[in-house]
């Protein structure tokens, strides 16, 4: 049974930091692309960053780079997501994907998501 179990969410005051961690179980995790979504409330869900399954490559959207920083433990099967200098436009359920594509066919796994909360 394949799960992706996400943690380290919360409510934090702006210009603080978080890190979110996602735990993945039922699929070969070292072979797979991770990503972490947010998805405000009202807006569409947006890609936040995606590290490779080779090479450990990152790419960011453009607000995020700088502040967050992806990484991956295939040791631990879990992907992280370090946030610095939170905003309030940060708050968010963070979810994190697993894609890969094996043979031509596609795998694409979802977490329940966490949620980020970033007020004073």
């Known amino acids: 049974q394949v799960q992706l179990v996400e943690s380290g969410g919360g409510l934090v005051q702006p210009g603080g930091s978080l890190r979110l961690a996602c735990t993945a179980s039922?699929?070969?995790?070292?072979?797979?692309?991770m990503s972490w979504y947010r998805q405000a409330p009202g807006k569409e869900r947006e890609l936040v960053a995606r590290?490779?399954?080779?090479?450990?490559?990152?790419n960011y959207a453009d607000s995020m780079k700088g502040r967050f920083t992806i990484s991956r433990d295939n040791a631990k099967n879990t992907v992280y997501l370090q946030m610095n200098i939170l905003k309030p436009e940060d708050t968010a359920v963070y979810y994190c994907?697993?894609?890969?594509?094996?043979?031509?066919?596609?795998?694409?796994?979802w977490g329940q998501g966490t949620q980020v909360t970033v007020s004073s």
């Open positions: 994907n697993a894609f890969g594509v094996f043979n031509a066919y596609e795998s694409d796994y």
């Open positions: 039922g699929f070969t995790f070292s072979r797979y692309a």
């Open positions: 590290i490779t399954s080779i090479g450990g490559r990152t």
